[in-house]
């Protein structure tokens, strides 16, 4: 029997019945949790310490819209695209083996699922001997330095969430702090539009922390 993905109706063409109550949600854990946030966004990470990323749920400026939102520094993302950037090269290097993949799996008779079974990381050939995720880190300082990777910071909209309206947004600050969201809130909310910085960052490796 073919398998379906089940359809997410956006967040806009729900009911307004079902948005009003989502609403209700995230305005009772935005209240719930305000003494140690703020009382202006509720996030279920911690923020005892600064952070480089953060998810937030956060109020619009009417009723029923609220923001399904995640924050990152500048570097933050800047790292991903750097080990996104080393990923990829790593595949047109050397693939992976679908055989290598699949050999040994069997099947959890309580799930019905196919399981493979632990391993060794495969080496390749092509990339010197090393498994992906050792090419991968020896790579990144040559990608880094090469200035070819850019990360603009800004926010932009994802219209397809099914609990509030996304937002991906990239901070030019070195960590995220409760007082960071408070001031994006802020601005985003006097102007909730589309926002790209007129210039992009990059960054030397040694530049930048916790690679790993």
Known sequence: MPFHKPHRVDFHDLP?????????QVKNLIRQHRHELGGRFYTHQSMTEPTGWVDVYFAGSKTPLFY???LETVTEAYKAWVWETAFEASYELAPDNPIH???????????????AP???PERFPGLDGLTRQEWMKRKLPEIADSGS??????????PHYHSGVGLTAVLDVPTIT???IHEFID?????????????????????VQDWV
């Open 149 to 158: 990777v850019q990360v603009t910071p800004g926010w932009k909209f994802d």
């Open 178 to 180: 409760r007082d960071v």
């Open 118 to 120: 632990s391993r060794e």
């Open 101 to 115: 993949c699949l050999t040994g799996m069997t099947r959890d008779l309580k799930t019905g699922f196919y399981v």
């Open 16 to 24: 307004r019945r079902i948005r009003n109550k989502a609403y209700i």
């Open 68 to 70: 399904n939102a995640t």
């Open 187 to 207: 601005n985003f909310l006097r102007s909730p539009t589309h926002y790209q910085d007129d210039s992009p960052r990059t960054f030397r490796y040694a530049d």
